[in-house]
Every structure is written in C-alpha cells, then in structure tokens.
Antibody
Framework: EVQLVESGGGLIQPGGSLRLSCAASGFTVSSNYMSWVRQAPGKGLEWVSVIYTGGSTYYADSVKGRFTISRDNSKNTLYLQMNSLRAEDTAVYYC?????????WGQGTLVTVSS | NFMLTQPHSVSESPGKTVTISCTGSSGSIAINYVQWYQQRPGSAPATVIYEDNQRPSGVPDRFSGSIDSSSNSASLTISGLKTEDEADYYCQSFDSSNHWVFGGGTKLTVL
C-alpha cells in the first residue's frame, strides 16, 4: 500500500529554518516525480516545488532561493528545506507523488511562521 | 502567467448533476493535461480525475472530466450527487515551464 507521511512542521519565528520530511512506503521515492504543495489557512492550493526522477528540481517564484527540495534514497524520504521563513509561508504542506498520471497525496504537516 | 479560473461556489440537490468549469487564461488548455482534486473539510486533497478524463481506481464513474477547446476550458461533471460529494474541488494543469498551476477552487454544496 502506498503511503506518504509528512512531518517536521511546527511553530517557527520569521527568518527561521525548518525541514519537512515526507516518508514514503509502497514505492521508491527516487523512481518517482515528487512535489510539494501548500495551502495557507482558508486558502487554495499552491504548488511549491518538484523533483524529477533524474534529480532536476524546480520551484515556485515565491520560494525560489529560500526552499530546497531533496530526497534521501536510503531513507526513501522526500525533504523540503525551508529557510528565511516568512509569515506568508504559513500553511499546511503536502507532498504528492505522480503515479501513472494520477497523483497520491500525503495528509500534510502544518507550518506556522509567527513571532 | 498562465492562470486557471473556477467559479467560487456551486450548489445542487442530491441525485442531480453538476458541472464545475476551469478556464485557462491564455494558450490552449488542451496542450497540457488537467487534473481535478477533491478536498473534504479537514482532509488532504485526493485525485478524482487525471489526464483530462481518467479516473483513479476507487473513484466512482459518477465523476467525469472533459476538455472544451472552443472555450479553452476543462470541466468536472458529477452525476447522481450525494451528500458525501460536498467538498472543495480544484483543477490543476501546467504552465509553459511545466510548473503546476491550480485554479482557485470551487466549493460544492449538496443540499
């Protein structure tokens, strides 16, 4: 059974850093196209970043230069390193996996940026 | 920048059919696949349609997707509405850089 379990969220001060994890089971992270999507409280979905099977990475303009997507093949885990956090980064962060054209989603982890 | 526009809300009665539109801002919406996600309150999104009109296993055939090139729009149609279909629905496609683009979401009320 495919599972995506995000963790690492929490309360962080503006300017701080946080690393989110997305632990995968039932498939191999390195063999799949993986994305991060976020949702601010009461708002819609916003794409954050993607990593392709070959390792290429891309970012939304709103996070470019501050966030880094990566994966650890030995842990079968996807990461999102978030630096220089701002209040507007407050959101639930979801990881998603492309699965033969469809997309599987994790349950999300909440990041709150506030002093 | 490529954008997708959805109605803020739609409502319909149980047993009826509802269609949610998703209109592309520029270029042809048919160039890239469109996905539809259902998000119930307090839950993560779930894919109900991918690649314009494909249903993941487990999604009932009451859900269907289509593309209309003449209006540059995609549509999600839900027939035989059930109260459990009440949720937010998001369309998603890709821009010229293959970055994901989401519509603003449509709140479906079944009453």
């Amino acid at each position: 059974e495919v599972q995506l379990v995000e963790s690492g969220g929490g309360l962080i001060q503006p300017g701080g850093s946080l690393r989110l994890s997305c632990a995968a089971s039932g498939f191999t992270v390195s063999s799949n196209y993986m994305s991060w999507v976020r949702q601010a409280p009461g708002k819609g979905l916003e794409w954050v970043s993607v990593i392709y099977t070959g390792g290429s990475t891309y970012y939304a303009d709103s996070v470019k230069g501050r966030f880094t997507i990566s994966r650890d093949n030995s842990k079968n885990t996807l990461y999102l390193q978030m630096n220089s956090l701002r209040a507007e980064d407050t959101a639930v962060y979801y990881c998603a996996r492309r699965n033969s054209g469809s997309y599987d989603w994790g349950q999300g982890t909440l990041v709150t940026v506030s002093s | 920048n490529f954008m997708l526009t959805q109605p803020h809300s739609v409502s319909e009665s149980p047993g009826k059919t509802v269609t949610i539109s998703c209109t592309g801002s520029s270029g042809s919406i048919a160039i890239n696949y469109v996905q539809w996600y259902q998000q119930r309150p307090g839950s993560a999104p779930a894919t109900v349609i991918y690649e314009d009109n494909q249903r993941p296993s487990g999604v009932p055939d009451r859900f269907s997707g289509s593309i209309d090139s003449s209006s540059n729009s995609a549509s999600l149609t839900i027939s035989g509405l059930k109260t459990e279909d009440e949720a937010d629905y998001y369309c998603q496609s890709f821009d010229s850089s293959n970055h994901w683009v989401f519509g603003g979401g449509t709140k479906l009320t079944v009453l």
